[in-house]
């Protein structure tokens, strides 16, 4: 698939939202965003948002919940920021990769 702007843009959506997913609530954002952003990628009901940021994106939705729910297990088995920052990018590149 041919990287544009716009594929560009949705990913960067959906990095963010993967960032958003595993900052403690009351840190980067406030608690409110932090469910919200747990119901966009683990929730049926948002789905038809999910899928279709995923798809800008060039993801497959599934693949995209898949490394949600693989970085928020890593990310709470540390307290290290290293290893959290490590956690982080590590999903960030996944995500760049499955949209290659």
């Known amino acids: 698939m041919a990287t ?6 949705w990913l960067a959506v959906i990095q ?15 608690p409110a965003e932090h469910r919200r952003v747990r119901h966009w990628f683990f929730h049926p009901r948002s789905r038809p948002d999910f ?6 994106a060039g993801l497959e939705p599934r693949r995209v919940e898949r490394i949600a729910r693989e970085m928020r297990r890593a990310f709470r088995a540390t307290t290290s920021p290293k290893q959290r920052a490590r956690v982080i990018k590590a999903a960030c590149v996944a995500t760049e990769l499955a949209a290659a």
Request: net charge negative; hydrophobic share 35%; with cysteine.
């Open 4 to 9: 544009t702007p716009e594929t560009k843009l």
């Open 16 to 30: 963010q939202a993967l960032w958003d997913l595993v900052t403690p609530p009351g840190e980067a954002i406030e």
């Open 51 to 56: 899928t279709e940021v995923c798809e800008r």
